[in-house]
């Protein structure tokens, strides 16, 4: 792994630690909302606020990161994580006396504490202040990656990024937030806050400067808007990267739109306590890191283009079984043939822009394909929590509990009539073909 330099080992683990909070605060930050109601739409609602920075920040998002050093965004916004992360747990420890068991909370039996209002908007605020951060500190870290990494180790280095990245995020983190969680409330918090401080510290230790090169046949910066427009028209007008920013959007709309009420479908429909819901996830990791090791294998033999498509199918799939199901075991599996094949996508699509964006478009034409990808997320949880709502009276509660999933899967299925013409290996090849040579940086 030389060849990937130090640079990147210090991204890798700087990634890889906050990943785990980013684990540990994906079991907590729902557990805390269902201590707090039991209502579907103002559980829907976190997520919502979670994503919605991706639909209003990605933008201009790309403008900042192709101005400033991509290197200092990434750490800074670490360091904003951090202490966003701090005042939650402050609160949350404050009130903690007043929050109820992690089984009465699996089990519906808790009662409401006093101040659940105060920690409602706290978990509302909180979602969109690290979501905010989130934006601006992905796309400078996906943008600095192949600053660091030659071109031809791009996919070799976001597979083991990724790989990594879920082993944290999905089978140490959860399981870890579950057993915490049974321990006092505020401990995920305060873990997950340090986690941020740490990754910043490694950030910061990157060598180098990370700004792009101005454009020399521009003799004054162009206006954030001229600059916007820049992003936009490159990527809409390109006829591969088009197509696959609205079928990633399409992708995370339906997952969203899934997970939306996801802890009340563990509690009320698979009847798991915090330790086990923290442990249902470690099924993701585990396809994670088999996709990481294997997207390159399986696009050497498969092609990108069908690979792709092979994607989208065992989203589908996996959608309508885990809609199904009241096993905690089928459940995990299908978590595990979700993460598989949501990092093959990953590691061929975001290896391609990588590589076929001009460096100095890489941050605004990212977030354009972001604010496409990842805008729909907020939408997909939002109408997830109101199918809940709205089946509820009809169906009864726990089949308006598997009702997203199976939403999701018809849309999923749908969509793989979009894509076919349009991701196909031969658009790939031809895209290639046309790539512009990359700019360097300072």
């Known amino acids: ?37 039991r209502n579907p739409v103002h559980i829907a609602a976190v997520a919502v606020v979670t994503r919605l920075p991706w639909l209003l920040f990605s933008l201009p998002a790309g403008v900042v990161t192709d101005r400033i050093d991509r290197k200092r965004l990434v750490a800074w916004m670490d360091v904003f994580r951090f202490i966003a992360t701090l005042g939650v747990a402050l609160v949350v420890f404050a009130s903690q006396s007043g929050l109820s068991a992690p089984d009465e ?49 791009l996919e070799m280095a976001n597979g083991r990024l990724w790989g990594a990245e879920m082993v944290m995020g999905s089978f140490v983190g959860p399981p870890l937030a579950g057993v915490m969680l049974a321990t006092a409330f505020a401990l995920p918090f305060f873990v997950d806050a340090g986690t941020f ?5 490694l950030v910061f230790m990157i060598g ?44 995370n709309a339906t997952s969203m739109m899934a997970l939306a009420t996801f802890v009340l479908f563990a509690q009320e429909v698979l ?68 993460a598989g094949a949501a990092v093959v996508w990953n590691v061929i699509t975001v290896s391609l822009r990588q590589t076929l964006i001009p460096d100095g478009l890489l941050g605004r034409v990212n977030s354009v394909y972001r604010f496409l990808g990842w805008g729909m997320m907020p939408l997909g949880s ?41 991701l196909n290996s031969a658009r790939i090849d031809e895209a290639k073909a046309g790539a512009e040579p990359e700019s360097t940086v300072l």
């Open 1 to 37: 792994m030389r060849e990937l330099g130090a640079n990147y080992w210090r991204l890798w683990t700087a990634s890889v630690i906050s990943n785990l909070g980013d684990g540990v605060s994906a079991i907590a930050y729902p557990w805390l909302a269902s201590a707090v109601t």
């Open 382 to 422: 939002l109408l997830g929590g109101l199918i809940v709502a709205w089946l509820e009276p009809v169906l009864g509660r726990q089949w308006a509990l598997r009702a997203p999933f199976l939403v999701a899967a018809i849309i999923t299925v749908a969509l793989y009539g979009y894509a076919l013409p349009r």
């Open 208 to 251: 180098g400067r990370f700004t792009p090169r101005a454009d020399p046949s521009s003799q004054a910066r162009r206006s954030f808007w001229d600059e916007l427009k820049e992003g936009v028209s490159w990527l809409w007008g390109h006829r591969l990267f088009r197509p696959m920013a609205i079928s990633l959007g399409v992708l």
């Open 105 to 153: 909370v699996a089990s519906g039996t808790a009662s409401l504490p006093s101040n659940s209002g105060l920690l409602l908007a706290v978990v509302y605020v909180a979602a969109m202040l690290l979501g905010t951060a989130e934006v601006f500190r992905d796309n400078a870290a996906q943008t600095l990656m192949p600053s660091i990494v030659e071109k031809e180790h």
């Open 271 to 338: 009847g798991l306590d915090a330790t086990r819901f923290g442990l249902l996830t470690t099924g993701v990791a585990a396809g994670g890191v088999l996709g990481s090791f294997l997207a390159h294998r399986v696009t050497a033999a498969l092609g990108q283009g069908s690979s792709l498509f092979a994607s989208i199918l065992i989203m589908a799939g996996s959608l309508v079984v885990s809609g199904l199901t009241s096993s905690f075991w089928v459940f995990w599996a299908m978590g595990l043939l979700t």
């Open 197 to 201: 401080a740490a990754a910043a510290a």
